[in-house]
């Protein structure tokens, strides 16, 4: 099984590339070229094995939740030239990601259950339990670190560091909100419940967009509806459709990206599994089924192809 853990196009135009933990961004005049590869990262680290068909799972996923929200704020999407490829508006991103959660878990549970009460600001309740739903959703930002962790922080510090102008935050905290409804009642059509997720918002020309990724199994977490509750009454594992498994796994292997801890070894059988886990991510969260995009001998090849010809188009 082939996967894309590297890109190194020259595009006609291009003035910069950026290579993060997944996506590979190209800047060419004015519009930007992300690339989801099939590169996957847990605890801050890029894991040395590729996930075939983790891009195609992921870009799919994020255009489908870019077109069915943009008549809450406007997003960066303008195609999808290939199955692993969108191309958008050039946006100067926030140095912050609005970080959403209607659950306890997670690292907010590994927090709480060491006595924190207090998250990024938000006071939580006392007495809850492991996967509780708070009473309401609450926002856990960070800081958007281009190497390493990204830090929690609170909305006064945001302010006060002029990370982002209140104005902006006012409006951004807004379109969170408003999105993780609209991802929470999709989810829900499709026996789902949308745990939290993660905004990344820029700006252009004074407009405030939606940017990168969106309700992804990357970028959010999902449980299933049904038996939630049997099972929280229970206090067993929920099941859930997100990068959370891949996370436990490392840690059933003894690492966490802690000093001393080696990578275990991903096996091609592993990777396979892993890729099988995204397909079922991909159907369950859109609802339809994953079509793979044609074997391809070299998928660096078939994309260049692909973006240069609709660049191409665009100059006509």
Known sequence: ?????????????QKSVYHGKVRDVYFIDDLVVMVATDRISAFDVILPKGIPYKGQVLNQIAAKFLDSTKDICPNWKLATPDEMVTVGLNCEGFRVEMIIRSILTGSAWREYKKGCRKLCGVKLPDGMKENERFP??????????????????????IIKQGLVSPEDYEIIENYTRRLFARGQEIAAKQGLILVDTKYEFGKRDGKIYLIDEIHTPDSSRYFYADGYEDKLAKGEPQRQLSKEFVRQWLIDHDFMNEPGQKMPEITDEYAESVSERYIELYEHITG?????????????KRIEKNVTNYLKELKK
Do not use: Y
């Open 136 to 157: 309401e959703p609450i926002i856990t930002p960070t800081t958007k670190a281009d190497e390493g962790h990204d830090m929690n922080i609170s909305k006064e510090e």
């Open 288 to 300: 339809e089924k994953f079509n793979k995009a044609a074997e391809s001998d070299d998928i660096a």
């Open 1 to 13: 099984m082939k996967a894309l853990t590297k890109t190194d196009f020259k595009f006609e135009g």
